[in-house]
């Protein structure tokens, strides 16, 4: 079955520094999202992506936030000057196009991110 | 604007049934998703209910009733394993195709 990959599955990063969040989304999809989940609490979304360009973004999703499609594959978010409350597990989804259906809305396994 | 209504908490014993209800308030409905999420793992597509009626899956089935905002997910012959969180999601047409998640359903599987 098509996944979603993430790398790495923990990052550990001391404040202030900038990160890099990397995805490859299942090959067929057009849609790529990122959410976080900060410990405890439920899933959040951040941004949303489709034909190169932001499609929607959460007040979450500010100037400390970019997203990239740098080649045909993956998709990734940069973090800038980390702080200590953006340690979260983040998400990386990609989905078919809304169309009739939304099957196929599927995670990847996540990023935990850990600001020290 | 979005209200979901579902259960903190559940508890059930391995083998038995158990029925996770959700109510929702959505403007612009389209859907809703069922995702399963065990404790500090990615939500897993469960379903995705279109119309009306019951869908049924293996062990999992969902229904979805749009006129009465009411879904609920039904898990058969528990397994220690569907211990988790159960995260029902109306969507509703958007221009960034996103999920808007609640809290969900902790459910606990008892031997």
């Known amino acids: 079955e098509p996944e979603v990959t993430q790398t790495p599955s923990h990052q550990v990063t001391q404040m202030g520094q900038e990160v890099i969040l990397r995805c490859v989304p299942i090959?067929?999809?057009?849609?790529f999202y990122w959410y976080r989940q900060i410990l405890g609490q439920k899933v959040e979304f951040l941004v949303s992506?489709?034909?190169?360009?932001?499609?929607?973004k959460s007040e979450i999703f500010d100037d400390q936030f970019s997203v990239e499609r740098p080649d045909g594959s993956n998709f990734t978010l940069k973090i800038r000057s980390t702080k200590l409350e953006d340690s979260a597990m983040y998400f990386c989804?990609?989905?078919?196009?809304?169309?009739?259906?939304?099957?196929?809305?599927?995670f990847g396994s996540g990023t935990r991110l850990t600001v020290v | 604007g979005q209200n979901i209504d579902q259960p903190t908490e559940m508890t059930a014993t391995e083998g038995a049934i158990v029925q996770i209800n959700c109510t929702y308030q959505?403007?612009?409905?389209?859907?809703l998703f069922w995702y399963q999420q065990h404790a500090g793992e990615a939500p897993t597509f469960l379903s995705y209910?279109?119309?009306?009626g019951l869908e049924e899956k293996g062990r999992f089935s969902s229904f979805l009733s749009r006129s009465k905002g009411y879904s609920y997910l039904l898990l058969k012959e528990l397994q220690m394993k569907d211990s988790a969180s159960y995260l029902c999601?109306?969507?509703?047409?958007?221009?960034?195709?996103?999920?808007?998640f609640g809290g969900g359903t902790r459910l606990m599987v008892k031997p």
């Open positions: 992506f489709y034909n190169n360009e932001i499609s929607e």
């Open positions: 209910n279109v119309l009306d």
């Open positions: 959505t403007s612009g409905f389209n859907g």
């Open positions: 989804a990609s989905s078919i196009p809304t169309g009739l259906s939304n099957y196929g809305y599927t």
């Open positions: 090959s067929n999809h057009l849609y």
């Open positions: 999601v109306p969507f509703r047409r958007n221009a960034g195709n996103m999920l808007t």
